[in-house]
């Protein structure tokens, strides 16, 4: 995946009615192809921002509020898919905080 794609990647799977948390507030629950293209994407960035002292606005308005995404759809879900998605919520954070190198 090119740089080019992983940015396009990340933005389409975290912010919009199609992105992760859009699919989960529309009840369709966690789409486990979009996590994997996700963490792809993250991945292919990693080691190119580490050299870098900028970061695409696109990517980081990706990570801005996402954890409040989430929050607003555990009321739709069983206790048992919310412990998942709380789990998945802090995964992709965790994975947020080591793309941009903190």
């Not at 080019?4 to 629950?29: N, R």
């Not at 960035?45 to 606005?57: C, E, F, Q, S, T």
């Not at 965790?94 to 793309?99: I, T």
């Amino acid at each position: 995946m090119s740089e080019e794609e992983a940015v396009s990647a990340i933005d389409e799977l975290l912010v919009g009615d199609q992105s992760i948390p859009g699919k989960l507030a529309m009840k369709k629950g966690i789409d486990e192809e979009a996590v994997a293209r996700l963490e792809s994407a993250i991945e292919t960035l990693m080691p190119i921002y580490k050299v870098r002292n900028d970061i695409p606005k696109k990517v980081a308005a990706a990570f801005l509020d996402l954890a409040a995404d989430f929050d607003r759809t555990m009321p739709l879900y069983s206790s048992e898919l919310q412990d998942r998605i709380e789990d998945l919520k802090l995964h992709i954070i965790s994975l947020g905080y080591d793309l941009f190198g903190s």
